[in-house]
Structure formats: structure tokens, C-alpha cells
């Protein structure tokens, strides 16, 4: 059975930082591409980062140079570094994994990934 766990979301100010978590487990992260998504009240779930399964990263514009996805494979763990938080990263945040190799133009694409965590709220305040 497939799991994918988030943690590290809350609440901080507008410039501040967070570092969200997402474990694994049924599957080993080094053979997947992974990504995270968000979603705003409202609005659709949109990829923010992800690391295809050669290690190569892509970023959402918005989150570009403020955002850093990175894999620990011997934790099995996918992290999203957050700095210069605005208020419209407030979001819920997912994790998600694809198995096999996936096109780089499908990374940032909901319907790309087939393994999800449950979501880790992130509120910025201005």
C-alpha cells in the first residue's frame, strides 16, 4: 500500500520561511518523479515543483528562485523549501509521485500522478 505523508505546513508572515515534508512509503522515491502541487480556495490544484526521475528539477514561474524541491532517497523523503513567502502562496499543499519515466512537459500536469498525500495547509499573512 502506497502512502505519501506531509508535513511542515502552518502559519507565518509575509517574507518568512517553511519546509514542507512529504514521506513515503510502498514505493522508493529514486524511481519515481515526484512533485508538489498546491491549491488555493477557489482555484485548481497547480504544480509547483517537481524532480523527474533522472533528478532534473522544474518550477512553476511564480515560485522560481523563492522554491527548492529536493529527495532524500536514503529517507525516501521529498521536501519543498519555501522562502519569501507572499500571501498568494497561501495554499494547500500536495505531494504527489508518478513511477516510470515522465515527459518534461507533464511534470507541472495534475493528471501526470497517480500517488497523492492528503495536503499540508500553508497560510501567509501580509
Known amino acids: 500500500q502506497v502512502q505519501l505523508v506531509e508535513s511542515g505546513g502552518g502559519s507565518v508572515q509575509s517574507g518568512g520561511s517553511l519546509r514542507l515534508s512529504c514521506a513515503a512509503s510502498?514505493?522508493?522515491?529514486?524511481?519515481?518523479?515526484t512533485a508538489w502541487f498546491r491549491q488555493a480556495p477557489g482555484k485548481e490544484r497547480e504544480g509547483v515543483a517537481a524532480?523527474?526521475?533522472?533528478?532534473?528539477?522544474i518550477y512553476e514561474d511564480s515560485v522560481k528562485g523563492r522554491f527548492t524541491i529536493s529527495q532524500d532517497n536514503a529517507k525516501n523523503t521529498l521536501y519543498l523549501q519555501m522562502n519569501s513567502l507572499k500571501p498568494e502562496d497561501t495554499a494547500v499543499y500536495y505531494c504527489?509521485?508518478?513511477?516510470?519515466?515522465?515527459?518534461?512537459?507533464?511534470?507541472?500536469?495534475?493528471?501526470?500522478?497517480?500517488?497523492w498525500g492528503q495536503g499540508t495547509q500553508v497560510t501567509v499573512s501580509s
Open positions: 504527489a509521485a508518478r513511477g516510470g519515466r515522465v515527459g518534461w512537459w507533464a511534470l507541472l500536469l495534475r493528471g501526470t500522478y497517480n500517488y
Open positions: 510502498g514505493i522508493t522515491y529514486s524511481a519515481y518523479s
Open positions: 524532480i523527474a526521475s533522472d533528478g532534473s528539477t
